[in-house]
């Protein structure tokens, strides 16, 4: 789940209790520079129609629940089916490894080798950052806006 309720970076509010998401969402933000950013996001249950909205990305959020090590493997599958895919060969990619408050069978360590995150960034034609979150917490939260920002800028 995605989750910004920002007036300013000053003012995150508290944070919902998470779900996964089923459908679609669209959300505004305000960013620093009063630049208006709409996120849409799409579930994992949704990603056979996930190729319909490429043409119109200028960057993509990809959250994996690091938590659901039975998810890991199938989350890094779909992970490269976006960065194949032509209409999104130049955008930037924020790779979000979520729920990182709880108690996992995996280290982030180990569920980036199981990813061969490596191996992908070195391969892929976008910029991939990587980032830990809590959307529970809000933790790491600030990084997600902060790269926002960055991205929105140019």
Not at 11 to 17: H, M, N, V, Y
Not at 72 to 88: G, H, K
Request: charge should be negative; proline fraction near 4%; charged fraction near 20%.
């Amino acid at each position: 789940m995605l989750w910004f309720n920002v007036h300013g970076f000053d003012d995150l509010g508290t944070p919902p209790s998470t779900l996964p998401t089923v459908g679609t969402n669209l959300i505004d933000i305000s960013l620093k520079r009063r630049k208006k950013v709409t996120l849409r996001e799409l579930g994992g249950c949704m990603s056979p129609i996930w190729p319909s909205y490429y043409r119109d990305a200028s960057s993509v959020i990809f959250m994996v629940d690091a938590s659901n090590t039975s998810q890991i493997s199938s989350s890094c599958i779909q992970l490269l089916s976006v960065l194949s895919a032509e209409p999104l060969q130049g955008v930037s990619v924020l790779l979000i490894f979520n729920k990182r408050d709880i108690d996992c069978l995996m280290s982030l360590l180990e569920i980036k080798s199981l990813f061969r995150l490596d191996d992908i960034i070195a391969s892929a034609t976008q910029t991939i950052t990587t980032l830990e979150l809590s959307a529970s917490s809000g933790q790491g939260l600030q990084e997600v806006l902060n790269w926002l920002e960055s991205v929105t800028v140019k």
